[in-house]
């Protein structure tokens, strides 16, 4: 049975007629090693219920334990986004029901959230600045999550049944809630992914998620609504959950604004629904009605104390934000010399935050480039894994770098020791000296083996002797195979035009 057709506006239309009306709610799965409220790992991907214990699955009798790192991770959030940290909250109990949520509610934070007003400044294509406001940055736990088998869509329409996994359950999340964004017009699709966009980068450089949207670490939820031009009160909005990309947040959203804006010209209503992005057509369907704040019967949580940071930690945590990665990247640039065709690679090729931190390590910048977006990016296609996923570290690579620096071995070589670190077998230095890798750097033992390359070779010799250098080629090549890459390739031929000037003796 194929889906209803779906009237959508002109989007010139609905720009002419109507003013949209935007709220983002990201949700971040924190990084930390344990969950929210107990110590089960946070790992994701292990095997099914294998990451619960009685605290996580709200078994009769267990009681809860905040997770401090998460306490200190929310507050460093709400810091980066210009926010006041509550002196003092409490957390509540979210009452619903859902399978994959084992107590029947969620430990949420609600009229006491950790962080509120704020807000963050995030560029637009054409270099514009747009300020997107932040209304509370709150805490609470993950779900489970529900796998519905036998259907075409997986989803739990048409499925047959439904299996579930509570590894999820209890994992740290901060829910980022915007105040309501007006007045961006026809960029409003644009503006919700730069604003989603530049919050992901705040996040990564924060090192508290690692903000994998298609694992579900970084989930976007975006609200949009439609108001006639020249109307003071707000339209019905829906809320489209769970759009796990940046190009997707922006298809979202104006999907939305063209399916709204059709509706409403027709004399139709908005219903107050969430909605679900479809991948492969970016179009919006239909879910469950919203609740609303009085359908989730608040109330405080009785086993836990309220959150009360002391106001000299939150100063010392305020030490610890770092610059904003675009105001990075503008200093990088500048420093570098870099174009903004050279950069954008870099950061589309996940490299730049690797470069700095190979030159934060003492590497020079132009060999921490050339490393990571030619050798190491090789490696990750061959692996087809992002290059941050290699299994070497910039100060590792920093190492390496300093090892041809100080001729220790050559960049062939280099390579080698690239390798070994990848396969997990230690150190630079350490795997140099286990497996002799070290360059050749004793001139009679190069010139013994330039001697024997000229000896085998006596028409090559007599073309250099001629004056022909460029012949040396083939010597030098000679010697480095006959010490396994491991000689100075520049000093070998220095020697073999040595060994073949007049002066020499004749071999």
Not at 206 to 234: W, Y
Not at 258 to 272: F, H, M, N, P
Not at 300 to 322: C, F, G, K, N, Y
Request: negative net charge; charged residues 25%; aromatic residues 6%.
């Amino acid at each position: 049975m194929s889906a209803p057709t779906v009237e959508l506006m002109d989007y010139a239309d609905v720009i002419s007629r109507y003013e949209p009306v935007l709220g983002m709610e990201v949700h971040v799965e924190l990084s930390t090693a344990t969950k929210m409220f107990c110590g089960c790992p946070t790992e994701f991907g292990a095997e099914p219920n294998t990451q619960v214990c009685p605290v996580c699955l709200g078994l009769p009798g267990s009681l809860p334990v905040v997770n401090e790192k998460a306490i200190e991770s929310a507050i460093r959030i709400g810091l980066a986004l210009n926010c006041s940290i509550t002196p003092w909250g409490r957390f509540a109990r979210k009452n619903y029901f859902y399978p994959d949520q084992p107590k029947n509610y969620q430990i949420s934070q609600y009229d006491e959230p950790i962080a509120t007003e704020g807000y963050l400044d995030v560029t637009l294509d054409d270099g514009s600045v747009f300020r997107v406001e932040i209304e509370r940055a709150h805490m609470e736990e993950d779900t489970g999550k529900s796998l519905h088998v036998g259907g075409a869509t997986g989803r739990i329409h048409g499925a047959s049944h439904s299996l579930l996994d509570f590894n999820r359950a209890g994992v740290p999340l901060i829910e980022i809630v915007t105040k309501t964004i007006t007045g961006a017009g026809e960029r409003a699709p644009e503006v919700a992914r730069a604003y989603v966009t530049a919050l992901r980068e705040v996040l990564r450089s924060l090192d508290v998620s690692d903000v994998k949207m298609e694992q579900g670490s970084l989930r976007c939820d975006a609200n949009v609504s439609l108001m006639p031009i020249g109307a003071k009160e707000f339209g019905t909005r829906t809320e489209t959950k769970n759009v796990n990309s940046l190009k997707s947040v922006e298809v979202a959203v104006r999907y939305e604004m063209r399916r709204q804006a059709a509706v409403l010209t027709a004399g139709g209503e908005i219903i107050q629904e969430t909605r679900h992005f479809q991948e492969a057509d970016g179009s919006t369907a239909a879910g469950r009605r919203k609740e609303t704040a009085e359908d989730y019967r608040y109330f405080p949580e009785p086993d836990l104390e309220p959150v009360a940071p002391a106001a000299e930690w939150v100063e010392e945590l305020r030490s610890t934000i770092p610059e904003y990665p675009w105001l990075v990247r503008a200093r990088i640039q500048a420093e570098w010399g870099l174009s903004d065709e050279v950069m954008r690679d870099l950061v589309n090729a996940g490299a730049l935050d690797l470069i700095i931190a190979t030159v934060d390590a003492g590497a020079p910048a132009n060999e921490a480039r050339s490393w990571w977006v030619a050798y190491l990016t090789e490696k990750a296609k061959e692996r087809d894994i992002a290059l941050a996923d290699l299994p070497i570290t910039a100060a590792q690579v920093a190492a390496v770098i300093a090892l041809v620096e100080s001729k220790t071995v050559n960049n062939k070589v280099a390579k080698q020791v690239v390798d070994f670190v990848l396969a997990g077998e230690g150190e630079p230095a350490a795997i140099v000296e286990a497996k002799g890798l070290g360059m050749v750097s004793d001139d009679s033992a190069l010139q013994a083996e330039v001697e024997k390359a000229l000896a085998a070779n006596p028409d090559i010799a007599e073309k250099i002797r001629s004056g022909k250098v460029q012949a040396a080629g083939k010597i030098v090549g000679d010697v480095m195979k006959a010490t396994r890459g491991q000689a100075d390739a520049a000093r070998v031929r220095d020697l073999v035009i040595a060994a073949c000037s007049p002066a020499s003796p004749s071999l």
